[in-house]
C-alpha cells in the first residue's frame, strides 16, 4: 500500500527558502493518473492547498503562494518536493504531502517554524 | 477566511446524529464535487467522503454526504465519543485556475 512521508528542516530562517521532500513507498510516482500536492495547516487553523505537480512534471500553484514557490519531482527516487522562497512567520505550519485526485493518501505532517 | 463557509463546531450526544454544513458558491461547490474529510487531534486529515456523497472502503455508513445546488452537507448519525475531531469540506474553484478550496472546519463535540 503506498505511503507518504514529507522530511526537511523543522526551522527556518525568516527570508531563507523552505525545502520540503515527499518520499512515495509501496508504489511507483509514475504509476496512475495521480496529481502529487502539498497542503499547510497553520497551528489552530485550516487546510490550504498549497499546489500539486503530475508526473509529467506540470504544475498548478495556489495564486497566493506562486510568486515563491516551486514544486518538482524526480521519478527516480520516486520523490516530489516543494520550496517556497522569502519566507515569513506566516509560513509557519504543519505541511503535508498528498495525491489527487481525492487526497486518499496523506503523509503524516512535518512542522515547519519560520522564526530567527 | 476559508472561501467554503462551515460552523465553527456542532456538538450532540452519544448516539445522535448530526449535520456539518458546506456553503460555498456557483463556481465551486456548484460546479463540482465536493469531499469531506476527518482530522483527529494531532493527525493528518482522513477523507471521509468524496464525489459527494461516496464513502471509501472501511468509512461506516454512519458517515454520508449530499449536495445541493452550492451546498453540501456531512451527516454523522450514531454519534461516538471517537467522532470528536474537526471535520473540512474540500472542492475546487474554477474560477481560480483550479485552485483547492477547503472549508475553516468544524470542531465536532460529543458531549
Known amino acids: 500500500q503506498v505511503q507518504l512521508q514529507e522530511s526537511g528542516p523543522g526551522l527556518v530562517k525568516p527570508s531563507q527558502t523552505l525545502s520540503l521532500t515527499c518520499t512515495v513507498s509501496?508504489?511507483?510516482?509514475?504509476?496512475?493518473?495521480?496529481?502529487w500536492t502539498w497542503i499547510r495547516q497553520p497551528a489552530g487553523k485550516g487546510l490550504e492547498w498549497i499546489g500539486r505537480i503530475y508526473t509529467s512534471g506540470s504544475t498548478s500553484y495556489n495564486p497566493s503562494l506562486r510568486s515563491r514557490l516551486t514544486i518538482s519531482i524526480d521519478t527516480s527516487k520516486n520523490q516530489f518536493s516543494l520550496n517556497l522562497s522569502s519566507v515569513t512567520a506566516a509560513d509557519t505550519a504543519v505541511y503535508y504531502c498528498t495525491r489527487s485526485p481525492g487526497f486518499d493518501i496523506w503523509g503524516q505532517g512535518t512542522m515547519v517554524t519560520v522564526s530567527s | 477566511q476559508s472561501v467554503l463557509t462551515q460552523p465553527p463546531s456542532v456538538s450532540a450526544a452519544p448516539g445522535q446524529k448530526v449535520t456539518i454544513s458546506c456553503s460555498g458558491s456557483s463556481s465551486d461547490i456548484g460546479t463540482n464535487s465536493v469531499s469531506w474529510y476527518q482530522q483527529l487531534p494531532g493527525t493528518a486529515p482522513k477523507r471521509l467522503i468524496y464525489?459527494?456523497?461516496k464513502r471509501p472502503s472501511g468509512i461506516p455508513d454512519r458517515f454520508s454526504g449530499s449536495k445541493s445546488g452550492t451546498s453540501a452537507t456531512l451527516d454523522i448519525t450514531g454519534l461516538q465519543t471517537g467522532d470528536e475531531a474537526d471535520y473540512y469540506c474540500?472542492?475546487?474553484?474554477?474560477?481560480?485556475?483550479?485552485?483547492?478550496?477547503f472549508g475553516g472546519g468544524t470542531k465536532l463535540t460529543v458531549l
Open positions: 509501496g508504489g511507483s510516482i509514475s504509476s496512475g493518473t495521480y496529481y
Open positions: 474540500g472542492t475546487w474553484d474554477n474560477s481560480l485556475s483550479a485552485v483547492v478550496l
Open positions: 464525489e459527494n456523497n
